[in-house]
C-alpha cells in the first residue's frame, strides 16, 4: 500500500476516534457528576486520556508512513514502532490505574451512593459505540498493516470494557453488591496489562531487529532453493521495519558462471521472494561462489593489480604478457585458479600449449596462493 494512502486511512480512522472520545468525555463527565457516580465519572477522565493517544497516533502515522529518504534507508516505519511502546506504556498504567482504584474501593467500608437510571444508560451507549470503533479500527489497521492502529482499536475495547465495569457497579449497587463492580475493574485492569504487555514486547522486538519466526524463515528459504542455479544459502537475515519485512541472504551459485548470470539469479530470487512472501519490501541478495559463513578461505589472496604485477616480474619473456588484461581469476578454496584467453593463432603456429602452460606454472610454483594455470584459446 502506498504510503501516502496508509497515513490518509490511519488519519481518518483516528480523527473519528478522537471526535469518539470527546462526545464520550464529555457525557460521562457531565452525567458522572449529575447522576452520583464516580466511577462513570473516573471513566470519562480515561476517555479524555484516549485523545492524547490518538494525537499520538496521528503524528506517529503522519512520520512513520513517509518514504524512505537519505537519512532512513529503511524508512520511517520505527517512529510508529515506537509510538506503540508508548501506547503500551499507557495501556500498562491505565491498567494498574484501575487495578489500584478498585482495590481501594473494595477495602473501603463506606457505603457507596446508589448512581442515578441514566448513568446506565451512558454507559451502554459507551459500549456500544466503542465496540464499533473498536472492530472498525482493527479491520483498517490489519488493512493498511499497521500495529498501531490495531493497538489503538484494543484501547477502544479497553474504554468498553471499562464501561462495563460501570454497568456492573450501578447493577451491583441496585442489588445491593457494592463491591462488585470494584473485583471486576481488577479483571479489566488485568486485561488491560496483558494487552498492554502482548504490545510492547512486539513492539520491542521489532525495535532491537528480532527475526521473523522459523516457520516465515522455512518459507523463505524454500523460496530461494526452488530457484534454478542456486546451489545453497545462508546468512538468512531479517528485520521488521513498522510491520514492513526487510532481508538481506547470501545464495551460493557455480563458481564459473559469469558475473552478469550470477546477478540475474540474483535477481530471480529477489523477484521471487517479493512475488510470494507477503509484507517482504526489499531483499539484498549476496552472490558467493563458495559456502564462506563460517569461514573465508579466499580472504587474503592478491587483488587482481597485485598480481598482474607478479606475473609480469615472473613471466617475462612470455608472449602471455600482452594478454594479461583479458585473464579470468577463481577465488577459490584459499587459492586463485587463473584462465588465460589466448588466440587461436597460436594453435596453429604450432605452439605446444602444454609446454607453454607448465612454463607459466613453473614459473610461479614458489606461490603457495596460486593454484592451476589453465590456457583457453579462443578466436
Known sequence: MEHSTRYHES????LLGAGKNTLLALMKIVFGITGHSH???ADGIHSLSDLLIDSLVLVASRFGSKAADHDHPYGHGRIETAATVLLAFILLLAGVGIIYNAAAEVFDSRAVTQPSFYVLLVALFSVGINEILFFYTKRVGERVKSKLLIANAWHH???SASSVVVLMGVAAAWFGYGKFDAMAAIVVGLMIIHMAWQFGLTSVRELVDTGLDNAVLAEIKMVIQGVPGVRALHQLRSRLVGGAIFLDVHIQVSPFISVSEGHAIGQQVHYKI???IADVVDVTVHIDPEDDEVVAPSRGLPNRDELINLLKQRWQQQPVLAYLDNMVLH?????????LHLPMAWVKSNVDAHELQTQL???VSDQPNIGSIKLMFVL
Open 11 to 14: 488519519r481518518r480512522i483516528t
Open 39 to 41: 466511577a462513570l465519572f
Open 157 to 159: 475495547r479497553s474504554d
Open 274 to 276: 517479493m512475488q510470494k
Open 331 to 339: 577465488y577459490l578454496s584459499g587459492k586463485l585458479q587463473l584462465e
Open 361 to 363: 606454472q613453473q614459473a
